[in-house]
């Protein structure tokens, strides 16, 4: 749809001369016509695109410069007492890639990572998919509902995580008290508790954490997948109703369907999402702010958390963190581009 | 284009009197059920609990926090003691929070959002207008570049833009953390969306004919029309500026320009932190985005649900 909205002004326009229209009538001499015309839209552009690739593409570029170098921080005391900040760096080559990839943190967070996006990522964009059909009624009070559910979206992803982790505590938290009602009992070693210890073991500090992020995101899918359901025409649903099909029926033979484009678009959405999970695994930590994260196991460490770590933590290593983060990279562009085309050819036999 | 898809559910085109048609309506046509009005409730419980409790819970001590049996729900009357110590107010038995710095962080946050919010709203829509209304070569191309970009995840730039930033001088100040926000892709592709469908070329043209120059067809037509949109566009920055984490905690952690997220960060440090003083932060670092839900929620609805149609 944007695609050929792109071209379509070009090629109209393209034919008619510019200057031919403006000189004739304009208060300005034909130097500054032409400036205008040839020269300000690009003024206009280039803020954007200075900014844009000065911080958000040569960073990326720049890292994998990095990653190349052992590139190790030290902070020595200078003559007047000052530590200063002085980076020993050398070429290395792939040093710092072969040493990632045969490291078990590297594969356990990589593990993690991906544990989490796929175990959050179907159970979230199926209610989506149902919240959506729900809110895609007539309703009283509709902007209410519809504001109501961005509320998790617009929490700051650190305070819900805190206030998450809370939920999560071994005593005294929500969680284990809504387990208490169904009588849940655990038996960790010799010793057994009410409810859970939630992150004493990786299964269910992976649910904890699939908890948090679908409680974040679920509603914001479900707005997306409420715009594509309501720009379906609607005398499909009224041929289809005629025919019989109810409306569970409706849903999965009619709207699935139709609304592919944005499921598709979802999908890869939570994917670059999930894969640079950070805030929740961190604050999900009893004290966030030592160790070197998901607990002492590191059970729930994700990439992005180990990058960190790695980088900013105790034994500073940007080199490392730097091959990290574009094996990461390489990963996420994989997997969004095996997503849409897969989420493609699975909705298109339909 | 998609104005009405959010307040218009068009009820009065369902013919109430054949029965036929009554029984084909499409879903959006359809009287929700009592079921229906439930789910949603509970879904809106569920979702603003979180944060209801941890207000709740600003205004108890530490001992409400964890309990057996059913959660502490209604307020308290600490709501002034937890402020006072959050601020580095000394109490015993709580450790000291000066060094958190919360208020200052807070400040900070606003700052940060005002500066990011302003420069997106300027950037994007002169850039979204030469990519809607004016002509130049490579127009094109340079459009697809903005929407591939898209789709790529900043936080992987992370090392390298730490490194940018170190030889910049930048780390720790105020440029680290609203610079590179100043500009998004999403945001000039939002303009130029916006500006395609809502402005017609033949005013654009006329005035051009009248001899109004490039950036007074701006200031004189696209910006008051662009007006909804840069609501929309503001608002949905000032909420990605507010909740910046990972970038913060690297940049401007502990510095005096600490944002909210790296202050929430750290009131959870040292051996005996105190869980009611995290949440009482939490719930203030939430609080400004509720009240912005309450009063531009339609506007955010409209952002997204428009944002996604477009794409």
Redesign the interface.
Known sequence: ??AN???A??AE??GTD?AA??RP????SSI?ARF???V???V??S???I??V??????????????FQSYRVEYPVGRDGLSI?TFTERWVGLENYQRTLVSWDFWQALINTFGLFILSAAPQLLLALI?A????????M??M????????Y???????S???A??F?R????AN?ILSLFHVQTQYGNRTIDGLDWRAERWSAWLALIIMID?KWT??NA??Y???????P?D????A??DGAG?WR?LWSI?VPMIRP?II?TV?LST??S??L??EP??FDD????GNGGGSQHLWRTV?QL??HT??GNKTN?GF??AM??I??VI?VLV?AMNGWLSNKIGGRK | MSANTLDAPAPERAPKANKAALLGRSPQDTPAGWVNYILLSVVLLIGFWPIYWAGIMSTWKEDKVFVEGFPTWLPGPYFKFNWHIINGGVEPSYPSYDSVNFLRSFINSILVVAIVVAGTLFFCSIAGYAFAKLRFKGRDALFYFVIITLTIPAQLGIVGSYQIMEKLGWIGTLYAVTVPALVSAFGVFYMRQYIEDAIPDEIIESARVDGASTFRVYTGIVLPTLRPALGVLGLLAAVGAWNEYIWALVAVNGSSWQTIGPALHNLRAGSTPKTSIVLTGSFIATFPLIVLLVVAGRQIVRGIMDGAVKA
Do not use: C
Request: proline letters at 6%.
């Open positions: 749809m944007s909205s792109v071209e002004p070009a326009t393209a510019d229209v403006t009538r304009g208060p300005k500054w205008d015309h040839s300000v839209p690009y206009l552009i803020p954007f695109f900014l844009f000065a911080f958000g593409i040569f960073p990326i570029v720049y890292s994998a410069l990095i990653s900040n919240l059909s729900l809110l895609n009624r007539r309703l009283r509709q902007t509902f519809r504001v109501g559910i961005l509320v998790p617009i929490t700051p992803i650190v305070a819900s805190i206030v998450f809370t939920f505590a005593e005294g938290g929500q008290w409680w509603g914001y707005l997306l409420l715009a594509a359901m309501q720009s379906i609607k499909v649903y009224e041929a109703s005629l409306a409706q709207t944005m678009f890869v670059i999402g894969l640079q950070f805030a961190v604050q004290d966030p702010t030592s992005a990058i960190w980088g900013w940007f963190a730097g983060s574009w990461l990279f996420v969004a």
